[in-house]
C-alpha cells in the first residue's frame, strides 16, 4: 500500500512537465548570462581559495565543501549505477547535459542565497525561504518551501544515504544494518551537535580527502583498461540518442534517468546548494554563486563520471527495459542495482578490494550528506521558528534526523529511493519556480560583478545602489565585522 502511494506520487512529481521544466530553466539562465558556465571558469577556480572566514561565516571553500559534502553522496555511486540500470550507458552523457545547463542555475539560487541573507544568533543564514519572502513577498510560498525542505532533508532524504552505507558495509564486511545504523548515528551526533561551524571543518577535511582516494581507483580502472577508450564513448553518445540497437527502445528512459539522477547528484535548481552558499563570508554574492556554479562540475564531471566509467569500462552493470521487464543486459547476474556495480568494478583490478573500498567510499560521501542535509534542515527550521523557542526546536530537529537516519540504515532500498525521490521532486518544482521570477536581481548582481573587474576591482555589493530591495544586509554596502578585519590584516 505504501509503496504504491509513494510510486504514484513519484509518477506525477518525476513526470515529463518536470524534465522539460528544468532543462528550459537552465537553459534560460545559460543564455541570459550569456554562458557564464564557460566565460567564468577561470575565475570560478581564482575565488575558490580566495576567501577567508569570519565570526559569522565560514570562507568561499568551506562553504563549497559543505555544498559538495551535500552533492557528492549515494547520487554519484548508487544513483550513477542505478541511472544506467535502468537508462543503459546513454544515461551518462545525459547525467553531463543536465550538469552543464544546471551551472547557471546553480549560480543564479547561490546568488540569491546571498542578496537576501540574513545574521541570526552570530551566523549567516539563507536559502530559498528566505529570498522567496524578501524577493517576492511571498510569506506563504516561503513557508511551503520551508516545510517541504523540513521534511525531505530532517525525514525522507537521510534514508537513502543510510541505507547505502549499510547495504554497502553489510556487502563488505558482513555487519548487520543495525549495528551499522547505530554507529553512523552516533557519529553523527558528535558533528550536528556542534553547531554549523564544526560541520564546515569537516567538511573541509574530509571531502577533498574522500574525492581524491576515489578518483584514483577510477584512474588505475581506466588505465588497465585503456584501450577501451574509443569503445566506451563510442557507446554512451550513440546509446544517449538511441542509436545503439541494444538501447534504442528505451531513448525515453534514458533521457529521463540521465535527468533525474544528473539532478539527484549535482543538486542544481533544488535549492540545496544554496544554503551553504548564502553562510560563506563574500564581499559580492555573485562570487559565491561562481563557486557554487563550479562545484557541480567538480561533483559531475569528476566523481559521477569516475563512477560510471569505472562501470562502463569493466562491464559491471546490468541494464533493464522498465516497461516490459526485458533483460537487455545481464553483466552481473544475481547482483542488486546499485552500490555492488561499483564494488565489482573495482574488483575487477584488485580481487577482493572493491567491497571494501566502495563501503568506505560510500560511509564518507553519504555521511558527509546526512550532515549537510541537517544543516540545510536547521536553516529551515531557523526560518520558521523565531524567538525563544528556536533552540529547543533545533534540539528536536536533531533528533528526528538520527532517527530517520538510523530507520534508513535498515529498511529496504527501494522504498528509500522512492522516497527521497519525493522530496527532491518537492524541492524542485518550488524552487526552480522561485528563481526563474527572481532573476532579475541575481543577473544585476552579476552584471555589477563583471563591471567591476573590469574596472580592476576587487568588486562589493550595494543593494541600494543597484536598487535591489529588501537585501537589508548589503543595504549599506559590504559591511565586514571590526574584529574580522583586524584578524584579516595580521594574516
Known amino acids: ?86 537508462g543503459g550507458p546513454g544515461a551518462v552523457f545525459w547525467m553531463w547535459v543536465i550538469t552543464f545547463i544546471g551551472a547557471a542555475s546553480a549560480f543564479v539560487e547561490s546568488t540569491l542565497a546571498q542578496i ?56 563488505a564486511f558482513g555487519i548487520e544494518s543495525t549495528i551499522t545504523g547505530l554507529v553512523v548515528v552516533l557519529l553523527m551526533g558528535l558533528i550536528i551537535f556542534g553547531g554549523v561551524k564544526r560541520i564546515a571543518r569537516v567538511a573541509e577535511f574530509l571531502v577533498p580527502f574522500m574525492a581524491a582516494g576515489y578518483l584514483l581507483i577510477a584512474i588505475a580502472i581506466i588505465a588497465v583498461n585503456i584501450d577501451r577508450i574509443p569503445e566506451v564513448f563510442t557507446l554512451i553518445f550513440k546509446s544517449a540518442f538511441g542509436a545503439e540497437e541494444m538501447f534504442g527502445g528505451i531513448l525515453g528512459s534514458t533521457i529521463m534517468w540521465g535527468v533525474k ?46 563512477t560510471a566509467f569505472m562501470i562502463l569500462f569493466t562491464n559491471s552493470y546490468n541494464t533493464v527495459n522498465e516497461k516490459t521487464g526485458e533483460v537487455l543486459v545481464e553483466n552481473l547476474k544475481g547482483i542488486e542495482t546499485g552500490p555492488a556495480y561499483t564494488q565489482a568494478a573495482v574488483d575487477t583490478i584488485l580481487p577482493g578490494f572493491g ?52 530507520y534508513g540504515a535498515v529498511k529496504e532500498a527501494e522504498l528509500a529511493w ?36 573590469k574596472q580592476g576591482k576587487d568588486p562589493e555589493f550595494n543593494s541600494t545602489k543597484l536598487g535591489i530591495k529588501n537585501a537589508e544586509f548589503w543595504a549599506n554596502g559590504y559591511q565586514q565585522d571590526e574584529q574580522d578585519e583586524k584578524k584579516r590584516a595580521a594574516n
Open 116 to 171: 537576501y541573507k540574513e545574521k541570526q544568533d552570530g551566523e549567516y543564514r539563507g536559502g530559498p525561504a528566505f529570498y522567496i519572502e524578501k524577493g517576492l513577498g511571498w510569506k506563504w510560498f516561503a513557508v511551503i518551501f520551508a516545510v517541504a525542505t523540513l521534511l525531505a532533508m530532517a525525514v525522507l532524504m537521510p534514508g537513502i544515504q543510510a541505507n547505502s552505507i549499510a547495504e554497502g558495509v553489510s556487502n
Open 355 to 406: 567491497s571494501g573500498f566502495i563501503a568506505i567510499a560510500l560511509f564518507c560521501f553519504a555521511f558527509t550528506t546526512i550532515f549537510a542535509y541537517y544543516y540545510i534542515a536547521e536553516t529551515n527550521l531557523a526560518y520558521l521558528v523565531q524567538g525563544k523557542h528556536r533552540k529547543l526546536a533545533i534540539t528536536l530537529l536533531k533528533f528526528i534526523l538520527l532517527g530517520s537516519t538510523f
Open 261 to 306: 539522477r544528473g539532478l539527484y547528484a549535482n543538486e542544481a535548481g533544488q535549492g540545496t546548494g544554496a544554503h551553504p552558499a548564502a553562510a560563506a563570508e563574500v564581499s559580492h554574492p555573485a562570487k559565491q554563486g561562481l563557486v557554487q556554479a563550479f562545484s557541480i562540475y567538480l561533483d559531475v564531471f569528476l566523481i559521477v563520471t569516475a
Open 418 to 453: 522512492a522516497m527521497g525521490d519525493i522530496g527532491l521532486g518537492i524541492m524542485v518544482w518550488l524552487n526552480l519556480f522561485a528563481i526563474l521570477l527572481l532573476f532579475k536581481p541575481a543577473n544585476i548582481a552579476l552584471k555589477d560583478y563583471e563591471e567591476q573587474l
Open 1 to 86: 500500500m505504501v509503496e504504491q502511494l509513494v510510486t504514484s506520487i513519484n509518477g506525477y512529481l518525476w513526470s515529463a512537465p518536470l524534465i522539460i521544466f528544468i532543462c528550459a530553466v537552465g537553459l534560460y539562465f545559460s543564455v541570459r548570462t550569456r554562458f557564464l558556465q564557460i566565460r567564468h571558469v577561470k575565475e570560478m577556480i581564482r575565488l575558490l581559495f580566495s576567501g577567508k572566514s569570519s565570526n559569522e561565516g565560514v570562507s568561499s571553500f568551506q562553504a563549497l565543501a559543505m555544498s559538495l559534502s551535500g552533492r557528492i553522496g549515494v547520487g554519484n555511486i548508487a544513483g550513477t549505477a542505478t541511472g544506467i540500470a535502468f
